[in-house]
């Protein structure tokens, strides 16, 4: 490796490490956390997204099974499994859904003034609220992992794929990532929760797909090939082939950490305004 | 306990709280009083550490709201306005939240739970929803939070809103209970509230401290409004003459009259109780007095005037 990019990798493990270590060691932020995914998982939205989600990934899980039987071409399972759309059709829910009411409900019902006159500080709510998300979301990915598990253990062809599920699981959390941060920051911008989850939604959708949209638009090259380079779609196809590529590793993470930083500030100014 | 010293917050174009300063000392009960839109809310807010002031300094126990916000937060227990709870939450379950959040530990968390359950009486909904719960008890509720920690100063912020009656009766006792072992500044709009349960006052309006006195010294301080009621009978036409002649007598007016009874208000120099020359004229007279009342000013009058003079 050369220098620089050792400076991006140590710049890239900061950004990331610290926050959560810093995290994991502030007392009040774990009890936030405990209390933000108890009421996640107790409120009916939770479960209608986990049984959307095993279902639809049921669906492109056996749709990619029947392909696979009926043709004799050179493709993965994991592959054709992931780039189905109703595996995307999830995606898009998920963030808008399960991160709009992390601060909007709260300065709707008014909570953020009892949360923020408790002896707690502005960050440690934030990344509670983050990490709680991030938290649910992991957990809504695991049924998945055992559909391609089942398949292993009765075919007895073990492992034949690893390196590209753990592609695809692996652009799955940094998607994760870098999106329930941008739910974060719709919905410390608003009170109305809709307004914040069809402003996460809309981004998410833009994000992932700009390249497809740009590529029948009259702009110039550059701003094409530039805007190529960000969008979701092109990373996916990277990752599922099995390649875990440090680009998109340094976009998202490093974008993420801005992102949450925006939406601190944010916090903190409308507690000015307010 | 509270020091504040030109607190000021100005918004875009309009300022909000203009220069405050006051003090509450410990074990005090000080009414925060003010009409609605007049900065209570806000110099309780900045006070709480939820905004911060555009210029000034609060100290709560000696902590800058501001620069050791998290000390000054620990020794606050904070009700705000219209109680805002997490509806998703069993009674219970919500104060070991705060609890925990307000950095207790073990077995104090058991101990001082049951200590504020019991003292708001709400042992019985401890399992309830929040959301199935009735204004009062989320009133209730509001303040077991506050209370957890068993900070030195309570805050509350219009606590009595749209209670009924009876249950603001039942939270001016349970007020009163905690003044013992707390500093309390209680904000609110109600001012037999303030007569009833505070010894001091602030007054608030535009964003102006325009009052800082007891109760009773408020009271006083209100000139105009000290007068003698007066229920008197007789043929003699010459009544309000007579009465007008006493000195110290500033204006006598008929109210009205019913079977011969003429119902009459005397006005009166701050104090001057007349009551001793009036009854000394009649019996001259020979009139018939069935009442004779001396009226002490009420803090409405005190509050309503110095509001209205301030804004005029």
């Known amino acids: ?274 | 306990m509270i020091k504040v010293s030109n607190l000021s917050k100005k918004y875009v174009g309009k300022s909000a709280v203009d220069q405050i300063s006051f003090s509450v000392d410990q074990g005090e009960i000080v009414g925060f009083l003010g009409p609605n839109g007049a900065g209570k809310t806000t110099t309780i807010r900045m006070l709480t550490g939820y905004i911060p002031p555009t210029s000034g300094t609060a100290k709560i126990g000696g902590h800058d709201i501001f620069s050791e916000s998290l000390l000054a937060k620990q020794k606050i227990g904070y009700m705000p306005e219209n109680v805002p709870l997490y509806d998703d939450m069993r009674v219970r379950e919500y104060l070991l939240f705060r609890a925990e959040l307000k950095g207790l530990r073990g077995q104090e968390i058991k101990k001082n739970m049951n200590e504020a359950l019991e003292l708001c009486s709400i042992k019985t909904i401890k399992s309830q929803m929040i959301s199935s719960l009735s204004k009062g008890f989320r009133q209730r509720v509001g303040l077991a939070d506050a209370l957890i920690n068993k900070p030195p100063l309570l805050i509350l912020d219009e606590p009595t809103n749209g209670l009924d009656p009876s249950q603001i009766r039942s939270f001016r006792e349970l007020i009163k209970e905690l003044a013992e072992k707390h500093t309390i500044l209680i904000s609110t709009h109600i001012l037999s509230e303030v007569e009833l349960i505070c010894d001091r006052v602030l007054i608030i309006n535009e964003g102006k401290l325009i009052g800082n006195n007891t109760p009773h010294e408020l009271s006083e301080k209100m000139r105009s409004s000290t007068t003698i009621n007066l229920e008197i009978k007789s043929h003699d036409n010459n009544i309000k003459e007579d009465i007008s002649k006493i000195s110290g007598v500033k204006k006598v007016t008929l109210e009205k009259e019913e079977n011969g009874w003429k119902f009459m208000r005397i006005r009166v120099d701050y104090g001057n109780d007349l009551r001793e020359e009036i009854m000394h004229l009649g019996s001259k007279r020979d009139w018939l007095i069935r009442e004779i009342h001396f009226q002490r000013s009420k803090l409405e009058d005190a509050y309503i005037e110095m509001v209205q003079s301030k804004s005029n």
Request: charged share 15%; glycine share 4%; net charge positive.
């Open chain 1, 1 to 274: 490796m050369e220098r620089s990019q050792y400076i991006i990798l140590i710049l890239l493990i900061f950004i990331t490490v610290t926050p959560t270590v810093y995290f994991l060691l502030s007392r009040t932020g774990v009890i936030i956390l405990k209390k933000e995914l108890k009421s996640i998982i107790y409120s009916p939205i939770a479960w209608i997204i986990i049984s959307l989600v095993m279902l639809l990934n049921g669906f492109s899980f056996t749709a990619a099974l029947e392909i696979l039987r009926k043709n004799d071409i050179d493709e993965t399972l994991v592959g054709y499994t992931f780039s189905s759309t109703s595996f995307w059709l999830t995606y898009f829910f998920i963030f808008p859904v399960i991160t709009m009411r992390l601060f909007a409900e709260e300065h709707k019902i008014g909570t953020i003034e009892t949360l923020l006159t408790a002896p707690v500080k502005t960050i440690d709510v934030l990344l509670a609220k983050y990490f709680s998300c991030l938290l649910f979301y992991i957990i809504l990915w695991i049924p998945s992992v055992l559909n391609f598990i089942l398949l292993w253990l009765s075919s007895k062809e073990n492992g034949s794929a690893i390196g590209s599920l753990g592609g695809a699981y692996s652009i799955i959390l940094l998607l994760g990532i870098f999106n329930i941060s941008i739910g974060c920051l719709t919905s410390a911008l608003t009170k109305n929760q809709l307004v914040a989850a069809m402003a996460c939604f809309t981004f998410c959708m833009l994000h992932f797909l700009i390249g497809f949209i740009l590529q029948d638009l009259p702009v110039p090259e550059l701003w094409r090939n530039g805007l190529f380079y960000v969008s979701t779609v092109n990373h996916v196809e990277v990752f599922i082939n099995g390649l875990i590529d440090s680009r998109q590793l340094v976009y998202y993470l490093s974008f993420t950490a801005l992102i949450l930083l925006i939406t601190y500030k944010i916090l903190e100014f409308r507690k000015w305004k307010a």
